[in-house]
């Protein structure tokens, strides 16, 4: 699977130790290169059009000359967005503290942007099957592998319910045993 991009160098312009092993579980072979850009965005710019921007200059502070033609650059920004304010990385405890009690009980959202340069078309289907052998999982798949990275567009309800057990309620359940 993703033979096609045998043909590129592979750069993830992140430090973030999420999204790189989310890039090797999509079975992507990778270098991890960073360049230090400031997090700033227009006022006016909506919300949720923020990730994007921030991963587009994230991208940019690569200038042309500095990747060679078989390299493909990976960049990408993730917020969360409730009542109307982006909450970015707390800067201390007390803004931990503050940002969990503004999410405790309330619909928020998380939007991220990635910007790719040079994308092409892939087969999943045979490339899944035969990396992740998906025998012993209900409908065949695990959200939390491959298929989840690339396949799944949302989820309502618990995603690690949707991966085998249902942790909060259970959680809940053995709060009051």
């Known amino acids: 699977m993703l033979s096609n991009l045998k043909k590129y160098h592979i750069i993830l312009a992140s430090k973030s130790p999420r ?14 290169l960073t360049k230090e850009t400031p997090e700033n965005y227009p006022a006016d710019l909506p919300l949720d059009e923020v990730p994007k921007y921030l991963s587009l200059q994230k991208s940019l502070a690569f200038k042309d000359n500095e990747l060679p033609v078989d390299y493909l650059l990976i960049t990408s920004d993730t917020v969360v967005i409730c009542e109307g304010e982006i909450l970015g990385k707390p800067k201390d405890k007390e803004d931990a503290v503050r940002m969990l009690e503004l999410l405790s009980g309330k619909t928020h959202h998380v939007v991220t942007g990635v910007t790719v340069r040079s994308a092409e078309k892939t087969e999943e289907i045979d490339y899944y099957i035969e990396h992740c052998k998906p025998f012993d999982k209900a409908g065949a798949y695990g959200i939390q592998e491959w298929i989840g990275y690339v396949g799944i567009s949302g989820l309502e309800g618990s995603f690690y319910n949707v991966m085998g057990l249902p942790t909060r309620k259970l959680y809940q359940c053995l709060k009051v045993f």
Do not use: A, P
Request: charged letters at 35%; zero cysteines; glycine letters at 14%.
């Open 19 to 32: 999204r790189q092993e989310l890039l090797r579980g999509m079975g992507v072979d990778f270098e991890i």
